[in-house]
């Protein structure tokens, strides 16, 4: 059986159809963006990969990697997303769950829209919970890391900008 997956913070959220000049650009942020996409394409690209984020799909996207998310203005991207603290990685590269019409996951994305419409922020962190769960049942989450390790990704995304030495990740590693 698995760990419970944890999203400790719903940082931010929305429901929108993209600008003509909207782009998404995370240098390698500490929180993951779930995107339920509704209309339009994206692109994601990364330095090893590069994915058309498409209507009816669910995506997860890496914290800890640079990435950038694109569109067509004149196919607007339009999304309900979240940005999600959790007390671990749930992945290290995009996860995408194609929907099935009137399934309990498209029930739950339709339910966390409206929330999101409404700004019932005190559901969102439950809703999001329950979505990322669902996700972790129906493909390969990440498994749980050692509290260790996930310290020393942090310390390494904190300090992107400096050279650590040994003996800093020797501290942190415990």
Known sequence: MRAPVMISDVIDYGDQICSDNWISVDDGGLFHKLYYVRGGEAFYSDDECEL????GNLYLLPMYRRFQVRHQPQNPFTVTWMHLESSQALCYHPVLIEL??????????????????KRQSKLLLPLAEAVISLMSESCNLMPALPAQLEDILKLLQENQDRILNNEELAIQAG
């Open 52 to 55: 058309t984020l498409r209507p």
């Open 100 to 117: 099935e019409k009137a399934s309990v996951m498209e029930e739950l994305l339709l339910l966390l829209r409206r929330t999101i419409q």
